[in-house]
């Protein structure tokens, strides 16, 4: 399950990232394995995502939530 | 002034530190530049309880020290560079009271590098009203550095700071936060050895970031990159590994410290406002009302303020005609100074009532909902999201706005950006569309509401957006990328706008206008007047003679005599033959050599439209009867047809023209500043130089 499969409303908890230059963006931003996200919607035109992660709100593309693996 | 003390601000960004700013400095602050890059290096004063002065620096916000740009580059070499000019004394870290864990990454990374440290907790009341109880003393303790809770936009607790930082330590006495040796212990020895570096942390940071760190000899370089193919380091890995490593670190240092509700909270108010304004259509309807809205006020807002400026100046005008004797100097001053002043000094209302807007947008958080909403239509011209903040902000002043280009971290798109940010229609260009919109277009409303004149200015709005999306893509397929791009960006929580900043930013631009733009656009009143005002050999003498022979002292008035002399005096001036020799040229595009005179004027800066008209007009009118420009351009008849100048189609044609062509020596400069490469404002000019005269062309050849 990736994190971008998610729709909105639905949670996960990170496991591990595909892309190294992805991950240490994601990991500095809080977005690490173990943590909990939660999609809080899409915008308008299906993309890019907003998620909740370590307690405020993130935004990304779904190309770089693909990148991230959900347990 | 002298300071005994220098102390850096850094923070995330969304930390409030520009407010902590602010309230620390007050007004007494200036910008300028780090030296060797062009980020801007914000300082400011502040007296500490003991009597000492401190400098405060502002510190570009920044998610961690590993720089996604180079604004948060400048972060590291400010701070760990021993030679660095900007090195403070003592950093304070801002942290987000109700957002302390991401927070937290970037002071362990400050704290490591061994400088002293005094932590603001800011939004200390946001943290208690979500039900966020944090035990500072423990917190303190455990971090070994004086930890004040602040509330920088209620002021509170700034106080309590400044007497943290005068009664700080000189030392670093903070606690170690991660074993940093841990993940590169070979590598870190060799450096620390070879450069002499006793800060493990630095010497970590130096292998990371040594290509791009300006601060390092050549020698440096190669001894650093000579140890990183020996203990084969690899820079992403080991960034993962210590950004885990300082996570568990943070993770354990709350569990005991920070307590949180443990219920579900109600949704947040944030959550609510985004459910309507990221809306898949209340949100993008919302977007251009507020678009539409903005400039509608520009439009009606400033009227007022402007036609008192205007007032104003044409009154002292009038005084100092009649005040000193006539001759060249009072003319000079009058006609040529005066006259370009009250030029510049008239845009700053609209000026200022953008400012506002752009301010408040950005200050509440809704400009990046705006790139939220705007980056899956943004991608697809070759743009990013994050494009939209300079595009807009390009709506004031193209000149910040490219500068502000430095966030986008892609450089294709940012290269895009820095492309087509000039097409849109900036404050400049403002007042040239407001006087030629007033000239032909009725000044009456249509469907109760919306003024035909403001539709009219909302139109040319719109057409700039178009095209600087059009000449985007046309980029995008020229242009071949380096790095793909990517797009992690913090959605902050909605707050009030502080109106202190958005006052502080409204006062900064007009400011930056008037001094920046204004000593050009004087200047070049100057010189047009000096232009207008002389010709070459001894024509004007022939002039004087010519209307002294009995056949126009008898047929004409004295009115009409001096008219006609002053008209004929400008035709044969230097002006005039510039304007004349230029008139084959643009006459396809419906201008004559008076329209040519005010073209080639405006290419230092678009402002100067204005002033060259009133001058070249106040040199041709009668100089007692002071008309107000717009006036003097409606009441202007082709001498040979007797037709009005300024029709439809001429002034149609002529906002094109300004639509489109790169009237304006800043924002060539600025792009060669930032591109750093004389090609990319030598294609930008010729590219915008022939869509000025295509789009002239066709626009008065429909409307003729």
């Known amino acids: 399950m990736r994190l971008s499969q998610l729709l909105a409303g639905q949670k996960g908890i990170v496991k591990e990232f595909t892309d190294l230059e992805m991950s240490v963006k994601l990991m500095e931003m809080g977005c690490l394995p173990g943590e909990e996200v939660c999609v809080e919607r899409i915008a308008p035109l299906g993309d890019p995502i907003a998620i909740n992660v370590a307690g405020y709100s993130l935004s990304l593309r779904k190309r770089e939530a693909f990148t991230i693996v959900l347990q | 002034m002298k300071a005994d003390i220098r102390v850096a601000l850094v923070g995330n960004p969304n930390t409030g530190k520009s407010t902590l700013f602010n309230v620390l400095t007050g007004l007494n602050q200036k910008i300028g530049n780090f030296p060797g890059v062009t980020v801007d290096k914000k300082t400011g004063y502040t007296n500490l309880p003991d009597g000492r002065t401190a400098e405060i620096i502002d510190l570009p916000g920044t998610y961690s020290l590993y720089p996604k740009s180079q604004d948060e580059s400048i972060v590291f070499s400010v701070l760990a560079d021993q030679a660095n000019p900007s ?10 009271a109700s957002n302390l864990k991401r927070n937290l990454l970037l002071y362990t990374q400050v704290a490591d590098l061994k400088i002293p440290v005094v932590i603001a907790l800011n939004m200390i009341d946001l943290a208690d009203k979500a039900g966020i109880t944090i035990d500072i003393d423990l917190f303190s303790k455990k971090l070994g550095v004086p930890v004040v809770p602040i509330s920088a936009r209620k002021i509170a607790g700034i106080d309590k700071l400044k007497a943290a930082i005068s009664y700080a330590n000189k030392i670093a006495l903070q ?20 450069l002499k570096i006793d800060n493990p942390y630095f010497a970590l940071q130096l292998a990371h970031q040594h290509e791009t760190l300006k601060f390092l000899s050549a020698k440096e370089n190669d001894t650093i990159e000579g140890l990183e193919q020996e203990f084969s380091f690899h820079s992403q890995k080991a960034q993962g590994t210590e950004t885990i490593a300082r996570y568990s670190f943070i993770n354990e240092l709350l569990y005991d410290t920070l307590k949180k509700p443990e219920t579900a909270q109600d949704e947040s108010l944030s959550n609510k406002i985004d459910k309507v304004l990221t809306h898949k259509i209340f949100g993008f309807i919302l977007f251009f009302a507020i678009l539409l809205f903005m400039f509608q006020a520009i439009f009606s807002w400033s009227s007022y303020p402007m036609e008192l400026i205007a007032d104003l100046f044409v009154w002292v005008q009038n005084q100092l005609h009649h005040l000193l004797p006539a001759g060249p100097l009072t003319s000079l001053l009058v006609d040529g100074v005066i006259a370009g002043l009250s030029g510049v000094i008239v845009f700053i209302p609209q000026i200022a009532i953008l400012f506002a807007f752009i301010s408040i947008l950005e200050d509440t958080g809704y400009m990046s909902r705006v790139t939220f909403m705007m980056d899956k239509l943004m991608r697809k011209v070759g743009l990013n999201g994050k494009s939209v903040v300079p595009l807009i902000g390009g709506f004031a002043c193209a000149v910040p706005s490219i500068m502000s280009t430095r966030t986008i971290e892609n450089w294709k798109d940012r290269m895009i950006t820095i492309m087509v940010t000039p097409l849109v229609t900036c404050s400049a260009r403002l007042p040239i569309y407001t006087l030629l919109i007033a000239l032909v277009v009725p000044n009456r409303n249509v469907w109760w509401l919306f003024n035909l004149q403001g539709l009219a200015l909302t139109g040319m709005y719109i057409f700039s957006l178009v095209s600087a999306v059009v000449v985007a893509f ?34 900064e631009r007009a400011k930056t206008f008037v001094l920046q733009a204004g000593k050009v656009i004087i200047a070049v009143s100057v010189i047009l007047w000096v232009l207008a005002s002389y010709g070459p050999g001894n024509r004007f003498e022939k002039i004087d003679q010519k209307y002294q022979q009995p056949q126009y002292t008898k047929t004409l008035n004295a009115d009409e005599l001096n008219r006609a002399v002053a008209s004929e005096k400008l035709e044969n001036s230097y002006a005039g033959v510039l304007g004349h020799f230029i008139e084959p040229a643009i006459r396809p595009l419906g201008f004559d050599w008076k329209i040519g005179i005010a073209l080639i004027t405006s290419f230092a800066a678009r402002e100067v439209f204005v002033g060259t008209m009133a001058t070249i007009y106040s040199v041709n009118g009668s100089a007692e009867k002071m008309e107000s420009v717009q006036k003097k351009m409606g009441s202007a008849k082709n001498p040979e047809t007797g037709q009005p100048v300024f029709t439809l189609a001429v002034a149609f044609s002529l906002m094109m023209f300004y639509a489109f062509a790169m009237q304006c020596a800043s924002t060539v400069a600025v792009v060669y500043r930032e591109t750093k490469n004389w090609r990319w404002p030598a294609i930008q000019f010729a590219y915008m130089a022939v869509l000025a005269y295509a789009a002239s062309f066709i626009a008065y050849h429909l409307l003729k």
């Open chain 2, 87 to 96: 090195k403070p004394d003592l950093v304070v870290v801002i942290l987000d």
């Open chain 2, 175 to 194: 606690e170690e936060s991660i074993d940093v040796e841990a993940i590169a212990p070979q590598l870190i020895a060799a450096i620390s050895d070879q």
């Open chain 2, 474 to 507: 046309v980029f995008k397929l020229i242009l071949k990328g380096r790095e793909r791009g990517y797009f992690i960006m913090e959605l902050p929580v909605y707050r009030m706008p502080r109106w202190n900043n958005v006052l502080y930013s409204m006062y």
